[in-house]
C-alpha cells in the first residue's frame, strides 16, 4: 500500500528517485517493473506496479469495445503507458512527452494511493489538494453515502 505525499525532485534527464520508503515494497511486487501513463481525469501521471497495471490492462479489455468512450480510455491510457523500471539506485526516468503531460519541471509530488501513485507538477498538487480540501469542507453533505459513512 502506498500513502502520503513526496517531495520529489526531477534531474536534468528527467529521473526521479523513488523515495526509500516504497522501494522495498516495489522490488518484493514488482522486481521493480512499473508502468507509467497519463490520468485521463487530473494533470498529473499515474505510476503503477507492473502487477496493478495488469489488472487494470484485464479490466480494460473486458470492456465492450464498440462504446466509444471504451475506445477513448483505452486510446488514452494504454496508448500512453510507459514500462519503467528502477535502476540500481531507485530511479525512473519520465519520458518527455509525459513530462509534459503533467507540466513536470525540477520539483514534483509522489502521490501514494494505495496501489499506485500520481505525479504531479508541485505546484499543481498544492492547488488541487486546497482545492479538494476547500470542496469538502464547502460541502460535507454533499458526499455520496458510502463516504458519509466511511470513519475516519
Known sequence: MFR?????SLDAKGRISMPARYREELMARSAGQLIV??????????????????LI????????????????????????AVD????????????????????????AMLVGQLNKFQLWNEDAWIAIANADLAAIKQQPGDLPGELRDLIL
Open 57 to 80: 490492462e484485464t479490466k480494460l479489455r473486458e470492456l465492450p469495445s464498440l462504446r466509444e468512450e471504451t475506445r477513448r480510455l483505452q486510446r488514452l491510457l494504454i496508448g500512453n
Open 37 to 54: 501513463t497519463i490520468d485521463a481525469m487530473d494533470p498529473c501521471l499515474c505510476i503503477y506496479p507492473l502487477p496493478e497495471w495488469e
Open 4 to 8: 502520503g505525499a513526496n517531495a520529489v
Open 84 to 107: 519503467l523500471e528502477l535502476d540500481g539506485s531507485g530511479r525512473f526516468l519520465i519520458p518527455p512527452r509525459l513530462r509534459e503531460h503533467a507540466s513536470l519541471d525540477k520539483h
